[in-house]
């Protein structure tokens, strides 16, 4: 009875899990990644800044190799660029090299989006010592530079010409007070990605905000607010390959890999049934069960379904009734031998444990190196390969082992809904179960 009790436990907790699931998946329909809807690419090497970008000298630059936390860093503020530009689910990640691999669904016009996800952004405020033979500004060291930025937006000033407005954040706006009160008289240079935008002379003491000048059009206006918005980037971006993806492959793809798994599906239920009837139905239940927490974990997760995705998830549903195949193959086999249900039952769930956890061990261990060593879409599979053999465990062993239990005392469990010939000679005299 008390086993009874924990069974019913582990079903009712899988049936909210499941609904869960089923409501994330309706809620947050899964988001096809840029090998099914199309985009576009990007691949974008990451150099050391120049020395006249940070006013540091050329040997302190040329130091060292990028550190992962700089690249992580400029990851994080293109995602964030990409994000206020509207593009949906895309994907920024790093390659074996360390260059930054940009996926970008739905995107067949990749210029604007590279140049604004690629810009520096580098903005500086340096006070102008004089002017060279050339007309060249001799710029002084950065005295404040935009990461201390709270905003920044594209608008008209009062002569109706376009200009960006920025905001300074409580500590830039103590500094930029300081700096300007220190220097009333002298020209202030404005200077966006090493261009001076414009050098007005300082009036007055200027404390929090301020508003840069000599921009083309409303449109670069929005792209330099955008940039600065999201800070400059800790390191200059080189374009390595830009490679456009069109939808119709993705779409032809999607729909071969869709049909290979309905086929893979009743292929399956069919081999279940014939083998073992009752209890391929069973696992059948496990399998629906599967894929709908398989499928409510992308979706909660929002990643983005890729073509190698999809091989990963149709491979595992093979894997998803590989468990039950050894459970149910030593369960018949205890029942042929004359035991009673319930210790056949147990002796086919203990000894096919085993087998089943060194088998996805070792299938574990084979996606976790893919994942260490590969790239992109072979990450992609090996991450669902990983889900699936991990989910497919806990379906098997605990979810369809707390069904059976629940069925076990049933007049249904009979050797023929199992799937088993006994022998009259090895029938027990008695159905009550010990």
Known sequence: MKQNRLNLIVLGIFIIVIGLSIWSILVNPIKLGLDLEGGTQVILKATQLQAADTGTSGTEQNSGSIS????????????????????????????????????????????????????????????????????????????????????????????????????????????????????????????????????????SVISGSGVIENI??????????????????????????????????????????????????????????????????????????????????????????????????????GVAVDANVLIFARIKEEMAKGKSKLASFREGFKNALKAIIDSNVTTLITAAALYRFGTGPIRGFAVTLAMGVIISMFTAIILVRSILFLMINSKIMTPKFIGVKIPKTQIPKTQKEH
């Open 68 to 203: 992962s936390a700089a690249i992580d860093k400029a990851m994080l503020i293109m995602l964030n660029r990409i994000d206020k530009l509207g593009i949906s689910e895309p994907l920024v990640t790093k390659d074996y090299s360390n260059n930054i691999v940009i996926q970008l669904p739905g995107v067949d016009e990749p210029d604007k989006a590279v140049e604004l996800i690629g810009k520096t952004a580098q903005l500086e405020f340096k006070i102008v010592k004089g002017i060279d033979e050339n007309g060249e500004y001799e710029l002084g060291p950065a005295l404040i530079t935009g990461d201390k930025l709270s905003n920044a937006s594209a608008g008209y000033d009062s002569n109706g010409q376009v200009v960006v407005q920025f905001s300074f954040n409580s500590e830039g706006a103590a500094e930029f007070e300081k700096i300007t009160s220190e220097n009333i008289g002298n020209p202030l240079a404005i200077v966006l990605d090493g261009e001076v935008k414009s050098a007005p002379v300082i009036r």
């Open 216 to 317: 083309g059009s409303l449109e670069e206006a929005k792209d330099i607010a955008l940039v600065l918005q999201t800070g400059a980037l800790p390191v200059n971006l080189e374009i390595q390959e830009v490679r456009t993806i069109g939808p119709t492959l993705g779409q032809d793809s999607l729909q071969q890999s869709i049909l290979a798994g309905i086929i893979g599906l009743i292929l399956i239920a069919i081999f279940m049934v014939a083998a073992y009837r009752g209890l391929g139905l069973v696992s059948l239940l496990g399998l629906a069960s599967y894929i709908a927490l398989f499928w409510g974990i992308l979706s909660i997760l929002k990643t983005p379904l890729t073509l190698s995705g999809i091989a990963g998830i149709i491979l595992t549903i």
